[in-house]
């Protein structure tokens, strides 16, 4: 991969707003809402999980500056989708209904643990 150069995305099922819990490294076992997914980096952003501290320096919209902590980006694959309390594995479930002779191809996220429709 050439740097800077962007990649293809890759195919995270999460959506913003989904709760999910870390399954790896040194957040392992927190829960929290997806506020962000990169899908080109492959990376999640999850409220109250791996927090950095970061140095800012005095600005216009920041006119103290000091020491901010927020949320850093974790690999999607650190995180699994939260279903009734339990962390299972999304999948796809691809309906096609014909009306009229026009066919609607409706595509619904699944719970790979239950097969219930998410949404």
């Given at each position: ?6 990649t ?13 819990r870390i ?5 392992k076992g927190?829960e929290g809402?997806?506020l962000?997914?990169?899908r ?6 999850v409220?109250g999980a791996?927090m ?5 320096k ?13 949320e850093?980006?974790l690999?999607?694959?650190?995180v699994m ?5 339990k962390?299972t594995?999304?999948?796809?479930k691809?309906?096609?209904t014909?009306?009229n002779?026009v066919k609607?191809?409706v ?5 790979r643990?239950?097969?219930e429709?998410i949404?």
């Amino acid at each position: 991969m050439l740097k800077g150069k962007p990649t293809e995305p890759t195919k995270i099922r999460l959506k913003k707003g989904d709760r999910v819990r870390i399954i790896a490294g040194k957040d392992k076992g927190k829960e929290g809402k997806v506020l962000f997914i990169d899908r080109v980096k492959n990376r999640v952003i999850v409220e109250g999980a791996n927090m950095i501290s970061k140095h800012m320096k005095p600005s216009r919209t920041n006119q103290k500056g000091g020491i901010i902590n927020k949320e850093a980006p974790l690999n999607a694959s650190n995180v699994m989708y939260l279903h009734n309390g339990k962390p299972t594995r999304l999948g796809v479930k691809v309906t096609a209904t014909e009306t009229n002779g026009v066919k609607t191809i409706v595509k619904s996220r699944i719970a790979r643990s239950t097969g219930e429709v998410i949404d």
